[in-house]
């Protein structure tokens, strides 16, 4: 019942989730008024799941008025245009993701000059096979040991080797192309799981405690894989990972910025709510050194 349970409640992923260098001189045309803001992105960046909803977006997206690029407009006066859509993946900066909506490259043009985002979690389906398929092992050994890791071993990272980060470099660079004076900021995803087991966190996610250090390895691969496609592409990295630690989703309520799988408080589970969105855009501000 528990197995079911889980796999019903995450199941909505599937269907809503899912700047330049710091030393890089800025753009030689110069802007007057609100800083044009592009927003791009996936789930981490739509906040799925966090109330209330854009109404300005498809239902599909699951778009928060609370994301962190709504956050980060209206602490900096940005003007935002936020094509975010939960279960983005790269391939949807090219193509249309869901029909009637256009491909999120569309909304950039010579004239942006900031443009944030988070990509690459949902392709290959890293993020919902990791949980979904470690979650099962897990409950099945009732948490014990290290089933996920015995059955999978290194193929999470080896797809986010050979198919996330070539992906995600290609789509960086297609950024650069079409908004070739805006800085461009990749965030890393903030942790969902803690480095070891932690009491108590298994009722809300269910991961066996061999297999807790190996989600969050398989986070930290992925991680690394966008700050090596970001370097490369002469984006800016906005790393999450010492800002988000003792923030994941086995913390309580008011602490965590990631909802557990099970007894959150966002409809979309496994994802940022409202508190690590604003976090997400303090530190992206951080980063860019944003007014």
């Known amino acids: 019942m528990v197995l079911r349970a889980f796999r019903t409640r995450f199941a909505a992923v599937a269907v809503t989730s899912g700047a330049a260098l710091a030393g890089l001189a800025a753009p030689a045309q110069a802007t007057?008024?609100?800083l044009p803001y592009v927003a791009l992105g996936d789930s981490y960046s739509a906040a799925s799941g966090v109330l209330p909803l854009d109404p300005s977006a498809s239902p599909l997206c699951a778009r928060s008025t609370?994301?962190?690029p709504h956050v980060i407009a209206e602490r900096t006066g940005a003007a935002l245009k936020d094509v975010t859509c939960g279960a983005a993946q790269t391939k949807d900066f090219a193509g249309s993701q869901y029909p009637g909506i256009a491909p999120q490259l569309d909304a950039l043009s010579a004239d942006s000059r900031l443009v944030t985002l988070t990509i690459g979690g949902n392709d290959n389906n890293t993020f919902i096979s990791t949980i979904l398929s470690c979650a099962a092992a897990g409950i099945l050994s009732a948490g014990q040991g290290s089933p996920c890791k015995n059955q999978?071993?290194?193929s999470f990272a080896d797809d986010i080797d050979t198919?996330?980060?070539p992906a995600v470099k290609a789509a960086l660079q297609a950024v650069r192309n079409k908004a070739p004076h805006a800085r461009v900021a990749v965030l890393g995803?903030?942790?969902i799981m803690p480095p070891t087991a932690k009491a108590g966190?298994?009722?809300k996610m269910p991961l066996a405690s061999g297999d807790v250090p190996y989600v969050r390895d398989i986070q930290t691969h992925l991680n690394s894989a966008v700050r090596r496609a970001a370097n490369e592409t002469g984006a800016t990295y906005v790393d999450l990972a010492q800002a988000s630690e003792g923030h994941d989703a086995c913390q309580a309520s008011g602490t965590r910025w990631v909802e557990p799988a099970l007894?959150?408080?966002n409809f979309v589970p496994v994802h940022p709510n409202a508190l690590g969105e604003a976090a997400m855009a303090e530190r992206t501000i951080s980063t860019l050194g944003l007014g």
Request: include cysteine.
């Open 32 to 34: 007057t008024g609100p």
């Open 66 to 68: 609370k994301n962190y």
């Open 152 to 154: 999978y071993g290194s």
């Open 163 to 165: 198919k996330t980060y």
């Open 189 to 191: 995803y903030p942790w």
């Open 201 to 203: 966190c298994f009722a």
């Open 263 to 265: 007894f959150g408080t």
